[in-house]
Structures are given as C-alpha cells and as structure tokens.
C-alpha cells in the first residue's frame, strides 16, 4: 500500500507533469514539466521495495489510463512490433513503465513532437541503448539534434555492447548523415579495425563514403565487367570485406558481411545459391556461353556476385558453430571468396 503522503505526492506530479519516469534504483519518480524542468519524489516504502514500486505503477496507469492492474498486457506483447496504433502516445510515457516507453519508440505514429519525451523518459534505464537504436531506425530522427544525442549516447555506450547483433546496429545507425563529426567516424573506423563486428555496419551504412586510411589507390581495370569495381571506393570496400572475413568467429557478423557483399557485386545473370559449387558452375557457363577471355579477375566478379548469408546459415546452424569452428567448417565457401576479394584488389 502506498503511504498517504506518497500518494498525495504523485497525485500532484501526475497532475503537473507531461512525462515520468522511475528509477527502481534511487527509488524516486521524477516528472518532467512542460518547461522541461525535472521534479522528483523520494519513495519510502515500508516493505518490499519492488512491490512498492509495482503499486506506484499501477496508481500511475489508473490516473493516466483508467485502467487497474498495471501496465496493459497487450502493449507488452507489441511493443517491439510497432503495432501500437493508441492516438494518444503521450499518456503512455507517463505510466512509468519502460515497455510503454519502448512501444512508443517503436510505434508507428512515432512523431517528432513526442521524440524528446521518448529519449528523456529512457534516461538511466537499462534499456536507454536499446531506445536508442529503435529511435534511429526512423529516418526523421537522423536529422534532430535529439538524433545526435542519441548517437553520441549509443558511441559511448558502445564499449559496454556485448552482443555483436547490436554492435553491428549501433555503427550502421551513428554512421548516417549528420549525427556524428568526422573525428568520431575515424575513430569507430579505428576501431572497427579490432573490433570488425564495427567495420560491418560500416560496409552497411557508408558504401562511397569509407575512410580511406590506407591511401587504396584506383585500380587501372578496363574491361566492361569489372569497371564499376576500379575506383577507390570500391576498392576500400573489397578490402574491407576482406578484412572482416579473416577475422570470422561470429555468425551474425559473417551473415551481414556475405549479404553486404553480394548487394555490392549483384548481377543480373548470377544467382544467389546456397552451395559455393553452385555459383561456381554458374558462373563458369556465364563466361562459357558468353566467349569471355580466360580473365581470373572476371571469374572472380561473377563469383562474387553470388554470395550471400545461403552459403552459411545452414550449416553454422546444422552444427551449432561458433568462434572459430566457423571458419573451420566452412572454409570451403570463405577461401573461394577470399580469393576473389584478392583478385579484385589487385592491379592487372
């Protein structure tokens, strides 16, 4: 049961506030007015300290929502689906529950009006990050200087980023226009030179745009085939990808590295093929039926052409691989790409 003085204090920060949050930690409420200034509540709970919290939360939706029992069980199970359709999205982020917060990031009547309440409502909770990255999904919020907040938060968060699926995510989404300076790109790009989960997003986000720290030069290919490949740009993504696929010991990295790879190289007249001897035999007709002169960097382009995650998802999964038992077991699909990656950043 919450304490009539505490009571009588959140009725008040309800009434006053246009958002809230709860810190389970600090055992506080903290309202934000519509000036932005922030007012706080000191909890003092008698007992168990979560079940205080817990009936705080539900005084919270009975005031906003109307409704007892706590936070509604169907935004629970849509939060991260965007399939929370309610026109009233702010009354959610004053019920002081994180998963409302995240269906609002995640909603699909997202606006920018209620952006700034998202981001201040997921301050100091364990899923800021993940808001985050759900909030730099809309393309809008590139282009705020709450977007550049966002990504400066995530950079800094990075290096507490365990899972590779979500270090992956965070440099593909900083890396759009606008919210980071150059510093901090070349810096994530150095980075990512350790850290190649990193150097993923960057082939996913910025193709024509990578930093060429290595001063690659053009290549001097002249053939039809291969003279979208010759330019600088081109060539720093090749030898990026090869850079990642020497490193393999994560699946979802070498998943996005081989998709990344075959958009780059994509031909009309090569498939995508979940055998490497698939694509080698097609592209072995491809040049037969079309009198192409015996050019490894030619073979190299049409096999190239047909990578993607097929020639991997099956049997990392068939054998539970992980670290470098990958590399091992599908060394039979790597070592052909890497050839061809040397082949195509090399001079004629």
Known sequence: MISPEDNLKLN???????????????????????????????????????????????????????????????????????????????????????????????????????????????????????????????????????????????????????????????????????????????????????????????IERLIGRLPNT???????????ELINFKNEQSQIFLKTCSTILKKINQEYVLYRTLEALGNFMAHNNITQANEIENIQSQVEKYIKNNSFDNNPKIEARFLLAGVSEKLAVSTISAHGLMGSAIRKKLSHVLEPIQLALKELTTPE
């Open 214 to 224: 290595e001063n690659t030069p053009e290549q001097n290919f002249t053939h039809p």
């Open 12 to 202: 008040v920060l309800i009434s006053t506030s246009i958002a809230i949050r709860i810190d389970v930690y600090k055992l506080t409420v903290v309202g934000l007015k519509t000036n932005k200034e922030e007012q706080t509540i000191k909890l003092n709970p008698k007992g168990d300290s979560d079940k205080y919290i817990s009936e705080v939360q539900k005084l919270l939706v009975s005031k906003v929502l109307g409704t007892m029992g706590g936070y509604p069980s169907y935004l629970k199970r849509w939060s991260r689906m965007g399939q929370v359709s309610t026109q009233n999205l702010k009354d959610l982020l004053k019920i002081g529950n994180i998963e409302a917060v995240v269906a609002v990031a995640n909603s699909s009547n997202l606006s920018e009006d209620v952006l700034d309440l998202v981001w201040w409502c997921s301050t100091n909770t364990d899923q800021q990050a993940e808001i985050g990255r759900f909030l730099l999904t809309r393309e809008f919020v590139s282009k705020t200087e709450i977007g550049k907040e966002i990504a400066a938060y995530l950079l800094e968060f990075l290096p507490y980023t365990e899972d590779v699926e979500q270090q992956i995510d965070t440099a593909n989404l900083v890396l759009q226009d606008g919210l980071i300076d150059q510093e901090s790109v070349n810096k994530l790009w150095k980075q990512g030179q350790r850290k190649t989960s990193l150097l993923v997003g960057f």
